[in-house]
């Protein structure tokens, strides 16, 4: 569980965390690696060297297994091994040497577990065989051995393993800081390699949000072959979606005109019948549901110019109203909101009628942008409402005021379909008395070039 927590959430966290991961133990495996590399040659190269001093020390023992000290004096081998050099000559007829133990102490092929080299290039048979041993004084020395035939016997000559760890502690400087500079390159090609790669990736995903914005009707298939599939699976659900939004739409339409015909028919008989009254709740309701089943699915992506849509509604209400004496003034801007046009004429129309109907001299409606929304407010000078009341006014059916033909779906109208396009209404007091509602509603794509003058 722990493990899983651990674990990026996003793809570009998890491939940068996996190369980390990879770059951290490859390096030092690779740096092991050379390093043993290295050892394997700077030790050949040792041995070589070491081979030339063995082949003279073994030319001064006879056949006869005795040494062949004039030839050894004449000869300068000691000068000729080196002052660090430390050499042995062990056999039946005499001993001599300098620095190493008794022979018969070092083994014929090195220590256990370490594997026996081959002898160097040009090199035949009889090479000596490798070992490494610490001497009494604790110095450690890497040499040659090699078994005289005949009674027996070994020569061998060693130098310090110094000769050998200097030269590789040398190069481990260099070789670390190469090392180091190859994770940079690792890490910065990691980078690149991770902004180009996921860059489809966020350019699907600026699509897909271009197309539930409405900016956008599709995504481009021509994508890279990880991709191609999603992308025509993702149009496939848009074409799936438009063809259920206007299915939807086509049978709450053909709804609302099967029930209007025979619900207006059934209230001109009644005429003033107490009845008629119920009818007109009966269509109040069935209106309510219609409108809520249309808004259910809601086109997103659509676009609907604000001012002219309030500027047609406040005609028609103005002119329902006008043996009242009522004044309906609008400060509405040029703005576009992301609601179907039909949705907004419901929206707006109710606004508007319930402040009309409740209104005693005056309306007034305004709009302007605030947090990237479209605000539309109608205020009444009306009785407004008490603040207990106003949560409990936008609730289907709820009646507040019994005057009047109104059925109290009209808030509860407005509510719910700014509430499905992402907004929201509030009521409130507005200046002087009276209510003053207020609707958010999403602004379109087209209209964000226009934000920057409100």
Avoid: C
């Amino acid at each position: 569980m722990r493990l899983a927590r651990s674990i990026p959430r996003s793809i570009h966290g998890r491939m940068l965390a996996l190369s980390v991961a990879t770059t951290l133990v490859a390096l030092p495996v690779a740096g092991f690696a050379i390093g043993g590399v290295l050892d394997h040659f700077v030790t050949r190269n040792i041995d070589a060297r070491l081979g030339d001093r063995l082949r003279l020390l073994r030319a001064v023992v006879r056949e006869d297994g005795t040494i062949d000290r004039a030839l050894l004096d004449r000869s300068g081998l000691a000068t000729a091994i080196g002052a660090d050099a430390v050499w042995r000559i062990d056999t039946p007829g005499g001993t001599v040497g300098v620095g190493l133990p008794i022979l018969d102490a070092v083994p014929a092929r090195g220590p256990p577990g370490r594997p026996e080299r081959g002898p160097p290039p040009g090199w035949g048979p009889g090479f000596g065989a490798p070992f490494d041993l610490t001497l009494p004084d604790a110095t450690r020395v890497h040499g040659l051995m090699l078994d005289l035939p005949g009674d027996g016997g070994r020569v061998a000559v060693a130098v310090p393993r110094r000769q050998i760890d200097q030269p590789l502690r040398g190069a481990m400087l260099p070789m670390l800081l190469t090392l180091a500079i190859v994770a940079v390159v690792l890490a910065v090609a990691t980078l690149v390699q991770l902004r180009l790669g996921l860059r489809p990736l966020r350019a699907l995903r600026d699509r897909v949000a271009a197309v539930r914005g409405g900016a956008a009707a599709d995504v481009p298939e021509d994508q890279p072959d990880e991709l191609r599939p999603l992308a025509i699976e993702l149009n496939a659900l848009v074409r799936d979606n438009a063809a259920a939004l206007a299915t939807a739409r086509a049978s709450a339409a053909n709804l609302a005109h099967a029930l209007k015909t025979p619900v207006a028919t059934l209230a001109i008989e009644l005429g003033n019948d107490a009845r008629a009254s119920q009818v007109a709740r009966i269509d109040a309701t069935i209106r309510h549901h219609l409108a809520r089943a249309r808004g259910g699915t809601v086109d997103r992506r659509a676009a609907t110019a604000l001012q002219p849509a309030v500027e047609g509604l406040v005609a028609v209400v103005a002119a329902l109203h006008r043996d009242r004496g009522l004044t309906i003034g609008t400060d509405v801007p040029a703005l576009s909101v992301a609601v179907d046009a039909a949705d907004l004429d419901e929206l707006v129309g109710n606004l508007i009628d319930n402040a009309a109907r409740h209104a005693r001299s005056r309306v007034r409606l305004s709009a302007a942008v605030e947090r990237g929304m479209a605000v539309l407010t109608v205020s009444d000078d009306g009785p407004g409402i008490a603040a207990a009341d106003r949560v409990r006014a936008t609730d289907p059916g709820v009646r507040l005021d019994e005057r009047g033909d109104g059925h109290g779906f009209g808030l509860a109208i407005v509510r719910d379909l700014a509430a499905l396009y992402g907004g929201g209404l509030t009521l409130g007091e507005a200046d002087g008395g009276g209510l003053i509602a207020t609707v958010t509603l999403p602004l379109s794509r087209e209209a964000g070039s226009g934000i920057a003058g409100y």
